[in-house]
């Protein structure tokens, strides 16, 4: 079956940094697109980032452009997400989602993915 863990999240101060992994198991990241997603409370869920491990194409939020970056380990099955100079508006639980396999920066809508992770909290104070 198809599982996704999230792990990473925390507590940082604004401008610091964080590093989210989503370890995939049940299904070969390589051959499918994964997204992260967050949702803050009272507000809808958000497309983040999402990576085409097909041929490692990425696509980002604008909020997250030139702050945070995706990437993938095959070996590990394990997708990443690096987030720089975080921001208090950054604050959410996040998601990791998969597998997908469809174009462009579809990834970043939430109804391209049937499962996703428990979620990790991460929290930017200011």
């Known amino acids: 079956e198809v599982q996704l863990v999230e792990s990473g999240g925390g507590l940082v101060q604004a401008g610091g940094s964080l590093r989210l992994s989503c370890a995939a198991s049940?299904?070969?990241?390589?051959?499918?697109?994964v997204g992260w997603f967050r949702q803050a409370p009272g507000k809808e869920p958000e497309g983040v980032s999402c990576i085409s491990n097909n041929d490692g194409t990425t696509h980002y939020a604008d909020s997250v452009k030139g702050r945070f970056t995706i990437s993938s380990d095959g070996a590990k099955n394990t997708v990443y997400l690096q987030m720089n100079s975080l921001k208090p508006e950054d604050t959410a639980v996040y998601y990791c989602a998969g597998p997908a396999h469809t174009y462009g920066d579809k990834c970043l809508n939430k109804g391209e993915y049937d499962h996703w992770g428990q979620g990790t909290q991460v929290t930017v104070s200011s």
């Open positions: 049940g299904f070969t990241i390589d051959h499918y697109e």
